[in-house]
């Protein structure tokens, strides 16, 4: 497994010029953060700012073997870039699909490695779940999420604040929850993201559920036909296009940590 360390001496080059770091990047980047970041609580965020007319899609859980694949399909057709907050352990099983996200334009966000309420680990646990996702991904796709989900959104500020430091990773909320987990049929998912979305939007949905994953044509289209104009959660939040940061992480292949 890589040390973040090295992940992160490696991608310095991306760290200074991506003004990835709310604290660091801030002074030296001319990119215009959300106004949670300058706030109370600048290690999370739950929208981006609230005017123009972006929005993020965000598809957590993932990813899923036959859903996945349908959903990005969709979304190329639209030519929609979404951001995938992948769980580790799945991201490690389908690296294929991970790769085709990014090849396809995606973003992948950091979800866990097994799904656990990080709130009620020590920091030594949250670090593993992180950084063993970080690590699968980084095999898949020679690049490592820049942003964490926490399952349930459980995280207590301090942890929050922690990871922000120790790992660059602002912890990303959402501000639309269709709450499609429940699975309360496509019909219903769909009218739930269009009627609460608005300008700077983060909206929180699963592509592991085949309800969702059939909600979407109505969803994008009906959010497209309203003007809204799509983006990654990087691009939403003022920061580099995560596919466009220069990475220039270790070629090692069985560093331990
Ligand atoms: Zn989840």
Redesign the pocket.
């Known amino acids: 497994m890589f040390t973040r360390r090295n992940l992160i001496v490696g991608s310095g080059a991306a760290l200074a010029c991506g003004g990835l770091m709310p604290a660091a990047g801030l002074a030296a980047s001319s990119v215009s953060l959300p106004e949670d970041f300058a706030s109370a609580r600048p290690d999370a965020v739950k929208a981006g700012p609230a005017r123009g007319n972006l929005v993020a899609m965000t598809f957590?859980?993932g990813p899923h073997p036959t859903l996945t694949p349908a959903l990005l399909d969709m979304l190329k057709e639209r030519r929609i870039r979404a951001t995938f907050?992948v769980?580790g352990r799945n991201a490690a099983r389908y690296p294929d699909i991970i790769k085709r996200m990014v090849d396809e334009g995606h973003e992948i966000g950091n979800?866990s490695w097994s799904?656990p309420f990080l709130s009620r680990l020590g920091s030594g646990g949250v670090l593993r779940e992180l950084d063993r996702t970080s690590d699968a991904v980084y095999k898949a796709v020679q690049r490592i999420p820049t942003t964490l989900r926490p399952?349930?959104g459980a995280l207590t500020d301090r942890q929050a604040h922690f990871i922000a430091k120790d790992r660059e990773m602002p912890t990303i909320l959402w501000s639309v929850d269709p709450e499609d987990w429940r699975r309360p049929g496509s019909s219903v998912v769909a009218s739930r993201i269009l009627n609460r979305t608005g300008p700077g939007a983060i909206i929180l949905t699963?592509d592991i559920h085949a309800p969702t994953v059939r909600a979407m044509p109505t969803a994008l289209d009906g959010l497209l036909d309203r003007g809204f104009e799509f983006a990654t959660v990087s691009m939403i939040l003022g920061r580099r296009d995560w596919s466009k940061l220069r990475w220039r992480l270790p070629q090692v292949a069985d560093a331990t940590s």
């Open positions: 957590d859980d907050y769980i979800h799904h399952p349930y699963h």
